[in-house]
Every structure is written in C-alpha cells, then in structure tokens.
C-alpha cells in the first residue's frame, strides 16, 4: 500500500498532459477500476463454481444474489443500511494505509465506540434528544479514535506490529463488551440476550426522509469524502503520504510522523467508532453481543478493493453491503448456510490480492511511450 | 464451593491442567509458524486454517469413525491452505501480511459452511492419557488426563530446535529467511522453499485445530477458535523465531487462558468475560515490553515484512 501511493504520484507526474493518447493519459486511472472488476467477476465465478458442487443452479445464486441485493426498492435500503457502517469501518483500514500501516482492529473500535455511545446516553437520561445523539456521536468517536490510537502509538513508540496488535484488540475489545452487557451496564429485564437499557426510542437517529434508511449513511459518505479532501487536496495529507511512501525522506524533510501516525489513527478509529455509535443509535437502540457482526471485518475487506482510496470505498461499500443483504435470500430460497457470504467475501479478498500482480503489466493500457 | 476437599487448591490445580490442555493449539500453531516465519515469509492466515482443520477434524472423525484420520485430514487441509497463501504470496506485489487476513476470513467462513451440518453430530473424540491414576482426587486426575498430541507436540519443539540448527532443510529455511540473495545464489529457489515452509506450516496449525474439536473443548461449532491463531502468531515474535522459547511461551499461554474456567469453577464468576481475555492481554504486554523501535529484534529473520 505504501508504495501504490507513491505510485500514483509518480503517474500523475510523469505522464505528460498535453501529447499522449486517451490510454496513455488515463491508462492507470482504468486499471484501478478494470483489475479489481475483473477480479471481483472472477470470484463470483468461483463462488458459483463452489455453490454448484454443493447441487445448487449457479444462475439461480446470481439471480438471487442480483434480487437480494438490488433487485428491489426494499432490498436497496437494506443494501445502503449495511453499507453504512462498511464505509466508516472500510475508512478504519484505509486511512492508516496512506502511512503503510495494516490496520484490522476496525471491529474493535466499533465495539468500543458503540460502548461509548450507550454509556453517553444512559449517563444523560432527561436531556434533550439532539444533545443526546452529538454526546453519543462525540462519546462513540473519541472511544473508538482511542482505541486505535492505541495501536498507532505502539507501532510509533514502541515498535509493536500494529496490524497484530489491533486485531488482539478486538478481542479485548469484545471481552470488555461481553462484560459490561452481561454485569455493570445489563439491563435486568433482559434475559435471554443480555443487554444493556434501551437509550430511548426519542434518541434514535431517523430514516433518511423517504426511505427506511437511516442517517448513519449520511454520516458515513460525509466521512469518506472528508477523509478523501484530507489525505489527497491538503497540506496534512500531502504529508501522510509522503511518510507512507518514505519515512526516511519523511523525517529528512522535518515531518512530524509520530504526530502524523497518532492523528491518522485517531480518525481512523474514530470512523469505526462512530460506526458502531450508528449502530446502536439506528438499529439496535442498546448495546449487546448483535454489535459484533463482523461490520469491522468487512471494512477490511472494503478498503482493500477501493485500494484504499476514500471516495471508492463508497460504491465498494454498497456493493459489499448489497452482498451480504442478500445472505438472507440465499439462505431461505436456495438453502445455502448462512455463511455463505463469509466464503463469498473471503474468495473476492484472495482474487483482489492476487490481482495486484497485475498492475502495469496489461498491454494495451500501457500506451505507447 | 465446587472445590470439595482441596478448596481453593482447585485454582492453581486447573490453570496447571489448563496450561497443558489449552497450550496445545498454541503450541502446534506456533511452531507452524514459527517454520513458515524463519523461510521470511509471514502466514496471518492460521487463524483460519485452525477452524478449518477443527472443522475436517471433527467430520473426517464422525464419517470413519477414527479421530486420527481426522487429525490427519485436518493436517492436509492446513497444508493446503498453507499451499494457497503461498501460491498468491509468489505472485509479483501481493503483501503476505494482507493475504493472511483474507485467508483468515476465507478459512473461518468456509469452515462454517461445510461444518454446518456437523454441528450436531458427535463425532469419536481422540483419547488421553492418564497420568493421574496414583492420586485420589478427582482434580489431580482430571489434570492430568492428557492427550497424545499434547506430547507429540513437546517432542516436536526440541526436535525443530534441533533442525534449524543442524539439518540441510533447516539451513535452507534459515537461509531464505535471511537473505533470499543468497538462497538464489546457491541455486535455490526461494519462492520453492517458502512453499514448503508454508505448507508445513499450515498442517501442524491444522493439527493444533483438530486438537480443539477433537479433545478440548471436543466439540465442533462456530465459536470454537476466538483468536488462538493470531495470539499464536503473536507468540513466534515474543519467542524471538525459537521452538524452544514457543513451547514454554504456549504453556504460559495455556495457563492464562485457563484462568477464567478455573476461577468460574470456585465460584468466582463475575469477570468470567475478562479472565477469557487473559491471554490476549498477556500478549499485547508481552508485545509491548519486548519490542523496542530503535532496533530490530534479535532473531528475527532479516526477510521477514514485519520486521522490516
């Protein structure tokens, strides 16, 4: 990741404006888009192939697939619900990215910040709802940009693996979650699932006027395309990425790259926090072990194929939201196990890893040169 | 109190029974990638092909009814999942580290489709042995209940300790660890050798993985594995690349986990969630106090991507 932003730095410099052809100019802009498509079509073959050796139509798995996802106005919604939370944790992984650092402990800024969110809005039982939700959204934010910050300041300062650390943090993460709902913040009257009190139906955050889906979506495009002015149009980002490329040039030239790396990784574990603040804000209007449905997870899986860039992750993140949508359809109409789309997401990781070997390597995007 | 006779005894007792019951997964997953991570190449993937070899463990043992073929289908299983991560890792540009957290995913969801319909047999479980028959108390005995791949397991530490250090394969291993250069220069090929260190690497975790849903906790569903793969990941950093240093390591390990199903049996149960976090905790500390940024860490193999 370190070096693809370098590369399309170079690109960017070294293609000439003016003279050159369409595919010369634009050949790697195409690539980024062509490459991961291409992979993802290939994994959809796979995953077709794989669900034919289990007896079932592989037509039937597209169409259901297709109709689950997108095929309707109610299956849209659910697709851009579940695309909510993916772009703001696909952003947990994908800002470090820009620093060369693998972040996978999105899951557990989501947890943490969902903690954090409840927690704000039992603390504040007769305010007014709108102060409510910003403490909530503040509360969700600052736990979860912490407890990736924690991460950032171990690689930074003491050298320990981040990508390792955050992931033994979700499970930290999750223990901390399990203890809190089931002992100091259960509710007593919940008994079979153990959860924490309702925040109150007053202090959801609503449906996007004329649709079921609700605002977190919002909040999670607004991220993104703040997240994608900061790392590509200022001066900080410019930064960023200067350490992710080069961290000896980045220290040469006086950059503060401890500073760069916690704040990066604050907002990153921001994103995944306010995550989780939506999710229980939105949908589960409690905090319990429903949070930890793997939203962290797939984000990893999101930022990768946009390639780490912000404003893709959009799209992949309805995409994706839209795959895992229509799990439910797959699992009533062809009777496939509810962990289909697991293995469906982990083919589409392996093909998409596997085709960064083709960068720069097909021929007629090259241009002549 | 559930202790009887021996009281509050039963705590130490059961994280010692523990510690060499639940060390076992550790312990075969961390020599795995222990050899994989001395050819210089890093499998984040173990994760999964620990549910993955739980899961053919346990369905190779209910279809034949023999638990050592199902240890041994889950071993192959490891190794073809090590195959995998190595084919795409040969690739040119493709980042191990990011191939290991998608295999991980891979393999746990895989893992979950094909074992669904495992989960409510009972499959014929591996036996123990009891090295507990001169004691009275049922707690001594039940510690000491201990299963064969758990030896196995020890055995294997010294013996690669041994290997890396004397043996032509555990030379090429370390040698394209250290300078894949001087692999190529000699003849060999690197990306071969990785293969092989991979694939090894991968059926030992798978073997770990049958151990959990053959022998303990000895049963199959999808909460089997919650992170054993990657703590023992973590594992080979903190014992500096070294089987010996990975056998007491997984001990520890063991124990640690052990401690929050020990207190519950006295009657300690509130915190249960977070004694289970115990060994994650332990690794993260252990992370944080033996790594340092000024240098690299003694050990470790100059090719490595995370060292680096």
């Given at each position: 990741m370190t070096s693809e932003a370098a590369e399309t730095v170079d690109a960017v410099a070294i293609s000439p404006a003016a003279d050159g052809g369409f595919l010369q100019r634009y050949g790697a802009s195409i690539e980024y888009i062509l490459i991961p498509g291409a992979a993802l079509i290939a994994a959809l073959a796979v995953f077709g192939l794989f669900v034919f050796l289990f007896g079932k139509n592989p037509l039937n798995l597209y169409y259901y697939m297709y109709q689950g996802a997108f095929g309707t106005w109610f299956s849209w919604q659910n697709s851009l619900t579940r695309a909510a939370p993916l772009i703001l944790t696909a952003l947990c992984t994908a800002l470090p990215a820009q620093l060369g650092m693998v972040i996978i402990g999105g899951e557990g800024a989501l947890l943490i910040g969902a903690l954090a969110a409840t927690g704000a809005a039992l603390a504040l039982p007769s305010a007014p709802p709108l102060v409510v939700q910003l403490a909530m959204a503040g509360a969700g934010m600052l736990g979860g940009g912490l407890w990736i910050m924690l991460s950032g300041g171990l690689r930074q300062y003491r050298g320990v693996n981040e990508t390792i650390s955050s992931l033994l943090?979700?499970?930290?993460?999750?223990?901390?979650?399990?203890?809190?709902?089931?002992?100091?913040?259960?509710?007593?009257?919940s008994l079979n699932k153990p959860s924490t009190p309702e925040i109150g139906a007053a202090n959801m955050i609503g449906a996007i006027p004329g649709t079921e889906v609700h605002w977190g979506l919002v909040f999670g495009v607004i991220a993104a395309v703040a997240s994608y002015i900061l790392i590509y149009r200022t001066t900080f980002g410019f930064a960023a990425r200067v350490a992710g490329g080069n961290i000896r040039a980045a220290r040469i030239v006086g950059l503060n790259v401890g500073r760069l790396v916690m704040t990066i990784c604050f907002l990153a574990g921001a994103a995944a926090g306010l995550a989780g603040m939506v999710e229980v804000a939105a949908v589960e209007g409690r905090a319990n072990a429903n949070l930890a449905a793997g939203y962290g997870f797939t984000g990893i899986l999101v930022a990768f194929l946009a390639r780490q860039n912000p404003l893709a992750i959009i799209p992949v993140a309805i995409l994706l939201g839209g795959i895992s949508a229509s799990g439910g359809l797959l699992q009533r109409r062809l009777g496939l196990p509810d962990a289909s789309v697991q293995v469906l997401q982990g083919i589409i990781f392996v093909f998409v890893l596997a085709s960064d070997a083709l960068y720069g390597r097909i021929g007629f995007l090259k241009g002549k040169s | 109190m559930a202790g009887g006779s021996i009281g509050l005894w039963t705590v130490p007792l059961a994280v010692f029974g523990g510690a060499i019951r639940v060390s076992t997964p550790f312990l075969f997953v961390s020599l795995g990638e222990c050899i994989t991570e001395r050819s210089g190449r890093i499998n984040l993937g173990l994760e999964g092909t620990l549910v993955?070899?739980?899961?053919?463990?346990?369905?190779?043992?209910?279809?034949?009814?023999?638990?050592?073929?199902?240890?041994?289908?889950?071993?192959?299983?490891?190794?073809?999942?090590?195959?995998?991560?190595?084919?795409?890792?040969?690739?040119?540009?493709?980042?191990?580290?990011?191939?290991?957290?998608a295999l991980m995913l891979l393999g746990t969801g895989l893992a979950f489709f094909l074992g669904k319909p495992l989960i409510e047999p009972t499959a014929p479980r591996l036996p123990a042995i009891d090295f507990g028959w001169w004691s009275d108390i049922a707690?001594?005995?039940?510690?000491?209940?201990?299963?064969?791949?758990?030896?196995?397991?020890?055995?294997?530490?010294?013996?690669?300790?041994?290997?890396?250090?004397?043996?032509?394969?555990?030379?090429?291993?370390?040698?394209?660890?250290?300078?894949?250069?001087?692999?190529?220069?000699?003849?060999?090929?690197v990306l071969g050798i990785r293969l092989r260190a991979t694939m090894v690497g991968g059926f030992l975790a798978g073997i770990g993985g049958s151990f959990l849903s053959l022998f303990y906790p000895g049963s199959w569903n999808e909460g089997l594995s919650s992170g054993q793969g990657i703590t023992a990941v973590a594992l080979v950093i903190f014992a500096r690349w070294d089987p010996m240093l990975c056998l007491w390591a997984s001990l520890a390990f063991g124990g640690a986990a052990a401690l929050g199903p020990a207190l519950q049996s006295v009657g300690i149960t509130s915190g249960y969630h977070l004694f289970n976090a115990a060994p994650y905790i332990l690794t993260l500390a252990i992370m944080i106090i033996t790594c340092s940024p000024k240098r690299t860490l003694s050990g470790a193999p100059a090719e490595l991507s995370i060292t680096r």
């Open positions: 943090l979700v499970y930290i993460a999750l223990a901390i979650l399990n203890h809190l709902v089931e002992g100091p913040m259960r509710d007593p009257a | 993955m070899g739980a899961m053919s463990a346990y369905g190779i043992s209910y279809l034949t009814g023999s638990p050592w073929l199902g240890v041994l289908a889950a071993g192959f299983t490891g190794a073809l999942l090590g195959a995998l991560h190595a084919g795409i890792c040969s690739l040119p540009r493709v980042n191990d580290i990011a191939v290991g957290i707690q001594v005995r039940a510690a000491l209940r201990i299963n064969v791949l758990f030896l196995i397991g020890v055995a294997l530490a010294p013996i690669l300790f041994w290997a890396f250090r004397t043996t032509r394969w555990g030379l090429l291993i370390r040698t394209a660890g250290e300078s894949s250069d001087a692999a190529r220069a000699m003849g060999y090929s």
